[in-house]
């Protein structure tokens, strides 16, 4: 152990099975306990305090203990906490449905609550099953996902997902989806930037739709910015050439917008930056300002259309929560929606994304070992590579991400890199001054890694 346990860290460790960790790496960093929160700080119970850099998993806009939402949520608790939303309903989920109508893009009219974003995939997946089945379209078995693609850890999710780190084991479980190389603006097979592409890349796209149109029934894609993947960033020209292939091929577009929705991407959701409305959208994360779980899917009237019948017909969308529209998270995330209409949040992160991105070019670009800055919106990632001229990453085994967060987290500041990439995405509240500390910290920590760990390293093993 690198340190005394706490009462609370040893009682952790007996019987916490923490999320996507190897929970062996805890013996040499045990989880830290934050006792509370504040703005974009959370405090351990030994009252060091954490820049919260990644939103805690992207879900924090408004900061931590917000007073606005914390009161909501009690107003809200002495009213009503839950009931069976089979055959009832109550007008915190009538009035958010009728705002996420209003807010999303248009065609999009009808709303399915969930509880996570995993959750949301799994919804928009059977409904477009569903849907083609009861349109005679039986062939339609099969969905289209990108390479690097992430949309959650249920099985539905884990088979659209690309990532082999999360769903290589459990191949014999998962569908058989159809992969397609997606757009890689950093290392573009076509020799091309952001800046002067037109994404040549929807190629690939195009080929496949072309061979096994007949036996899809949708696409599912992270508009944007594929998340998990390291913050991988493309065009919104993609995506509106992916809708078009859509229409011609009849197949459904899913916009898994539950990491990039809600203001991340510089527009409400990121599909807006496009022009396109998709079939199906699904929402999360930062739905509830990161208060308590809560997810939607929202379709058209043409999809909730195949589903309304008479009973007997069975062609009812079976599907349910037990938390299904959540009075408590229905009303936390009308107050989110509200914060962000009164306080014009989105206007305020144009600026303070301008500010980060300049920051951080003139930080990080003649970085030696960083390959490349890039951001969207309120969403910016350090891509660390082994040889900046060739982009030649450094192997997934050295661990150089997870590395260099420890090393943050000793200076107060919460990074959670993917592999060798890492970014910022930190609550809607932060100052130009906590930007600038955010960024020259994690600076600090990559210059004192590569100049006193890497090479120390390097040096022994040679």
Not at 405 to 418: D, H, I, S
Request: net charge negative; proline share 5%.
């Amino acid at each position: 152990m690198t340190s005394i346990l706490s009462n609370l860290q040893k009682r952790d460790l007996n019987h916490v099975w923490h999320p996507c960790s190897q929970m062996k790496d805890y013996e040499d960093l045990p989880p830290i306990v934050i006792k509370s929160g504040k703005g974009i700080y959370l405090y351990d119970e030994n009252e060091k305090k954490y820049l919260d850099a990644v939103s805690s998993w992207w879900v924090n806009l408004f900061g931590h203990a917000n007073e606005r939402i914390s009161q909501a949520l009690a107003n809200q608790a002495f009213q009503l906490e839950q009931v069976i939303f089979a055959n009832f309903t109550h007008e915190p989920a009538i009035l958010l449905a009728e705002k996420l109508v209003q807010l999303t893009p248009d065609g999009l009219s009808k709303v399915f609550f969930a509880d996570n974003g995993s959750s949301a995939i799994e919804i928009a997946l059977k409904m477009s099953f569903q849907y083609h089945m009861q349109k005679n379209k039986p062939n339609k078995k099969r969905f289209l996902a990108l390479t690097d693609a992430y949309h959650g850890e249920t099985l539905g999710a884990l088979s659209v997902g690309g990532v082999k780190l999360y769903n290589e084991i459990y191949r014999p479980l998962l569908l058989d989806t159809i992969r397609v190389q997606g757009p890689d603006c950093f290392r573009c097979p076509f020799g091309k930037t952001p800046e002067s592409c037109s994404t040549p890349c929807i190629s690939f796209m195009e080929e496949k739709l072309s061979q096994h149109h007949e036996e899809i029934s949708a696409i599912i894609i992270e508009p944007l910015i594929q998340a998990a993947a390291g913050m991988k960033m493309y065009p919104p020209s993609y995506l509106k050439k992916l809708k078009e292939l859509c229409l011609h091929y009849d197949v459904h577009l899913i916009a898994d917008e539950v990491a990039v929705g809600f203001g991340r991407t510089g527009t409400m959701f990121a599909c807006e930056q496009a022009g396109i409305s998709p079939d199906f959208m699904c929402l999360s994360k930062g739905i509830t300002g990161g208060y308590l779980p809560l997810s939607a899917v929202l379709t058209t009237e043409e999809v909730f259309n195949a589903f309304y019948d008479d009973y007997e017909t069975k062609k009812a969308f079976l599907h349910s929560h037990s938390y299904t529209g959540n009075p408590l998270a229905c009303r936390v995330a009308l107050e989110v929606l509200n914060i962000f209409e009164e306080d014009h949040y989105l206007e305020k992160n144009r600026l303070k994304s301008t500010y980060m991105n300049k920051l951080a070019s003139q930080v990080f670009n003649d970085h030696p070992y960083v390959g490349e800055y890039r951001q969207t919106g309120m969403v910016g990632a350090i891509e660390l590579v082994k040889n900046k001229a060739t982009k030649e990453p450094f192997p997934s085994e050295e661990r150089i991400g997870y590395k260099i967060y420890q090393l943050a987290l000793e200076k107060g500041l919460l990074l959670r890199p993917l592999g060798n990439v890492l970014y910022f995405m930190p609550p809607y509240v932060i100052t130009d001054e906590e930007i600038k500390t955010m960024i020259l910290t994690t600076n600090e920590v990559i210059e004192h890694y590569f100049e006193n760990i890497y090479f120390h390293k390097a040096v022994i093993d040679h």
